[in-house]
């Protein structure tokens, strides 16, 4: 492996603060400190940094993936049930323009209709879904894959 250190911005959405009070068959029972921390270890190994940010505000998240540029190299994202309607989300992971990829603890393809769609889906690079906090191990590992395969073009 490469010794380029990459930063990964973490963020999550709506009510993912409430891991650990949610439906533990959908979400698992880590609550959202602990998955941070299962993140920042899993990530280390990999020689990538972690930033975390989570909030309930849709606003918030939208300026917090503006402010992104040049602070971070990639993002990890769950923006929770905005998900499958906010555009204005949509629109500001397109202005971070940075390797992004989508990320869900619940199997949103075999749940509701209305969670098979997301706004974010075109812009990232690969979508995990249904594999619970373990999904995240993964997704730090396609990252990291993904980022070195950007710095070769
Ligand atoms: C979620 C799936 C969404 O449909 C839901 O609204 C969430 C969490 C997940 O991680 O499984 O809040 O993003």
């Known amino acids: 492996m490469s010794e380029v250190r990459y930063r990964v911005e973490v963020m999550h959405g709506v009510n993912l603060d409430q891991l650990g009070r949610r439906d533990p068959l959908l979400y698992g029972t880590l609550t959202l400190p602990e998955l ?3 993140i920042e270890e899993d990530a280390r190994p990999l020689a990538l940094e972690t930033g975390f940010f989570q909030t309930n505000h849709e606003g918030a998240f939208v300026e917090h993936l503006h402010s ?8 990890l994202l769950n923006p929770g049930s905005w998900t499958h309607y906010a555009w204005a989300i949509r629109d500001a992971l397109e202005i ?3 390797p992004a990829l989508e990320i869900h603890l619940s199997d949103v393809e075999n749940r509701e209709p209305w969670r098979r769609f997301s ?20 997704a ?3 990252l990291r ?3 070195d395969r950007s710095e070769r073009r």
């Open 119 to 138: 706004v974010i889906r075109e812009l990232c690079f690969a979508t995990i879904s249904g594999r619970g906090p373990d999904g995240y191990r993964d």
């Open 96 to 98: 971070a323009a940075l």
């Open 36 to 38: 941070e921390h299962q």
């Open 68 to 75: 992104l540029r040049g602070q971070a190299d990639a993002i």
């Open 140 to 142: 730090l590992r396609q």
């Open 145 to 147: 894959e993904e980022l």
